[in-house]
């Protein structure tokens, strides 16, 4: 049966929750998202991101704490040409976690998943486009970095991606994978078949290894630069990407 308009709609969401612990006691004031970069909340940048690719209805995935802050910052989302849609997520249980609370916004159409501290500097819209294209299953983006073991690491043979190792000892490659998912309407149902890791989260690369295993994983390689904006040192390299890109 073909999918109605609603179902057809791409979606956006992004995932701020967490503590930022790494960041206190700046967090102490409010959410990591909501903190100043490039001359705004760090939350802007993703929203921005979004809506320049044409995707104009968005949930922010929060915690209980920061959950009213979001909306005093962000409102409706007319200031943003886009709408917006709030979940709480009540425990930290990991990313895939959080992105469960999508189901009922998804409406049974495909997501597009921002991490809120990840900063790009360019745009992610012809990636948006490569998904469009794509006929099911789910894409990440791929980034060469000098310190995979912090991330997701993809281990590729040739041009398909075989594996995925959440922060590995010794990286069989140095592509982390960077914080933007790409799923179809079945990732609810991967994320109910998935268990929790070592550490206690229902991890996103366990989604992800999952289309691996059906063959349903492709991916993109991320031009320009990207950063995971969750340390001092790496939210003053989030300030300056973004004071760059607005030169």
């Known amino acids: 049966m073909p999918k109605t308009i609603k179902e057809a709609m791409l979606r956006g969401v992004i995932l701020a929750g967490g503590l930022g612990t790494r960041l206190y006691p700046l967090t102490k004031v409010t959410s990591k998202h909501l903190l100043p970069v ?3 909340p760090m939350i802007f940048h993703g929203v921005r991101q979004l809506t320049e690719a044409g995707i104009t209805e968005i949930l922010i995935v929060t915690n209980p704490s920061y959950v009213g802050d979001f909306v005093n910052v962000l409102g409706s989302g007319k200031e943003f040409g886009c709408e917006f849609t709030y979940r709480v997520q009540e425990e930290a249980k990991g990313i895939a976690n959080a992105l469960a609370l999508a189901e009922g916004f ?3 159409g495909r997501i597009v ?3 809120g501290d990840n900063i790009f500097e360019s ?3 012809q990636v948006v486009s490569d998904f469009e294209a794509q006929q099911a299953g789910a894409r990440v983006l791929l980034k ?3 310190d995979p073991e912090r991330y997701g690491v993809a281990t590729l043979n040739g ?3 075989v594996r995925i190792d959440e922060k590995p000892r010794r990286p069989e490659s140095d592509y982390a994978v960077v914080g933007v998912y790409f799923y179809d309407s079945l990732v609810f149902d991967v994320i109910r078949t998935i268990e929790p890791s070592a550490r206690g989260e229902y991890e996103i690369t366990s989604v992800n290894n999952v289309y691996i295993e059906r063959g349903q994983l492709e991916h993109s ?3 320009g630069e990207w950063i ?3 340390t001092f040192d790496s939210l003053t390299k989030a300030h300056q990407i973004l004071l760059n890109r607005k030169e």
């Open 113 to 115: 998943v921002l991490l």
């Open 123 to 125: 745009s992610i819209q």
């Open 106 to 108: 998804a409406a049974g």
């Open 221 to 223: 390689l991320l031009q």
């Open 38 to 40: 490039g001359n705004e």
């Open 144 to 146: 060469k970095v000098g």
């Open 159 to 161: 041009d398909q991606v």
């Open 228 to 230: 995971d904006a969750g």
